[in-house]
């Protein structure tokens, strides 16, 4: 019954390592984005991909790379990871018009140590 | 990109009384949503607001939209423990780019 769903929720790794993380909705909604939040509990968007097109990317590292198969699912891959890398990463959809695209569903985060 | 100030940014409060958050911008907001998010979550929509002027009212939480459209206030009444978390407030002018606030993290204390 989740609407929005991540995986894996924990991840740690070793600074160099590459990982993904995954992202679904069953909401039915064609724009999806990740954000990422710092230990100062900052949120900041990184990514937006509206029916599978990147509409938004902030300046973030091309180490990052989001994939969406589907508008059901953004996937982000991150190469060589590195230190400054660990925060929480949440995923996020709405349903693409002016009124209604602010309104975010978040899925649960995934929280990525890097060492 | 428009920005966002929360204040205040921490908040310790005794369970049973009232408090009130802010959110201002030096540009004028299309709609503002406020989002709270519980330890270990992600945020979750309590409301957004869009007119300027609007009050909304959910159960103990007042949400108040400036006339200005470039403030916006939560005013919580007989804050209870389960209304500790971070509270964000989030615009993005109608685009896909929604910018948040730094948030206020408050705990309400039995």
């Known amino acids: 019954d989740t609407a929005v769903s991540q995986t894996p929720k924990y991840l740690v790794t070793q600074m160099g390592n590459d990982k993904s993380i995954k992202c679904e909705q069953n909401l039915g909604h064609d724009t999806m984005y990740w954000y990422k939040q710092d230990s100062k509990k900052f949120l900041k968007i990184m990514f937006s991909?509206?029916?599978?097109?990147?509409?938004i990317n902030e300046t973030v590292p091309n180490r990052f790379s989001p994939k969406s198969p589907d508008k059901a699912h953004l996937n982000l891959h991150i190469n060589s990871l590195e230190l400054g890398d660990s925060a929480v990463y949440f995923c996020?959809?709405?349903?693409?018009?002016?009124?209604?695209?602010?309104?975010?569903?978040f899925g649960p985060g995934t929280r990525l140590l890097v060492l | 990109t428009q920005l966002l100030e929360q204040s205040p940014q921490f908040l310790s409060i005794q369970e049973g009384e009232n408090l009130t958050v802010y959110c201002n911008s030096s540009s004028v907001f299309s709609s503002l949503q406020w989002y709270r998010q519980e330890p270990g979550e992600g945020p979750v929509l309590l409301v957004t607001?869009?007119?300027?002027?609007e009050v909304k009212k959910l159960k103990r939480l007042t949400f108040q939209f400036g006339d200005a459209r470039k403030d916006s206030s939560l005013h919580i009444t007989a804050a209870q423990p389960g209304d500790t978390g971070l509270y964000l407030c989030g615009s993005g002018a109608g685009s896909y780019q929604l910018t948040f606030g730094k948030g206020t993290k408050l705990s309400v204390i039995p």
């Open positions: 991909y509206n029916n599978k097109e990147l509409i």
């Open positions: 607001v869009v007119t300027g002027g």
């Open positions: 996020a959809s709405s349903q693409n018009s002016p009124t209604t695209r602010e309104t975010q569903y």
